[in-house]
């Protein structure tokens, strides 16, 4: 019996090699608008125990700002923005205030190790719990703004803007609650981060910018909610300018869009530690 060394022999008749693992293929990831709705879901349903007494303080504080106010400014231009600057404060006792406190806690837990686990992108972590918290500021905030509006006697034909006003500073206000939250080292200086920024949307939204010195000025044109405010404020007159109104929302857009995105990467930043 002759052996024949395999070199020799033709391809066809070499032995077949044995098939290695195939591997599988990976599910598409999540879209985004699927997953956002399904954040937003969740979170609206775990936020709901809690909406009676977010509604109450958020309101009542407002309302107790308004009337304070009261007794400062008179009926005129000033009076615009205090009833502008306390309609807005409901958004940003949510958006910056809780937000922050919430995402710190989060992070802090090992909360974010969960969310890390799921196919959603991070975008639709921040957009969906932000909208979830944002929902319950819409009837604090007409609640503020009728009330307001009665008390200085200030016309209540314009009041449809603020369902503009609310999801567009709701927005940037989140973002920056929210990348506060997850930026900070530890929940006890996330809560202060947040408090620190509703304490200057109410200083600087709720005060008459005409009494301001200038250096407070500037710093309020940073701040996200101021053009909410102005936007708000701009409907009083008898005849407003659209098209400054829709500036101010074109920049509170523009500044919420930038704020999420910061927030959706301290989101990566802070789930991949």
Known sequence: M???????????????????????ELAPAARLWPSL??????????????????????????????VMMRGVVGNGFEARSVVAGSSVLVV???????????????????????YATLPVPPAAVVLGTAAAYASF???????????????FGLPLANL??????????????????????????????????GQLGMSAALLLGVLPPDRMPEPVR???DLLPSTYGVEAYARTF??????AVVLADLGVCAGVGVISL?????????????
């Open 160 to 193: 449809w803007v603020l369902l503009a006003v609310v999801p567009l500073a709701g927005a940037a206000l989140s973002g920056l609650g929210a990348a506060l939250g997850l930026l900070a080292p530890r929940p006890e200086l996330a809560t202060l981060l």
């Open 261 to 273: 995105a910061v927030a959706a990467w301290a989101y990566r930043r802070a789930a991949v530690r």
């Open 2 to 24: 002759s052996v024949v060394p395999a070199q020799v022999l033709p391809d066809a008749a070499r032995g077949v090699p044995e098939a290695g693992p195939v591997a599988a």
């Open 137 to 151: 500021t819409l009837p604090g905030t007409l609640v503020t703004a009728i009330f307001g509006c009665v008390l």
């Open 92 to 114: 940003a006792f949510v958006a910056l205030n809780l937000l922050a406190q919430y995402f710190g806690q989060l992070r802090a837990g090992g909360g974010l190790d969960h």
């Open 218 to 220: 500037l710093a309020r």
């Open 237 to 242: 007159g008898a005849h407003p300018d659209w």
């Open 37 to 66: 709705a399904a954040v937003y879901r969740a979170q609206l349903s775990r936020a709901r125990v809690a909406r009676i007494p977010l509604l109450f303080v958020a309101t009542f504080q407002s309302i107790g700002i308004t």
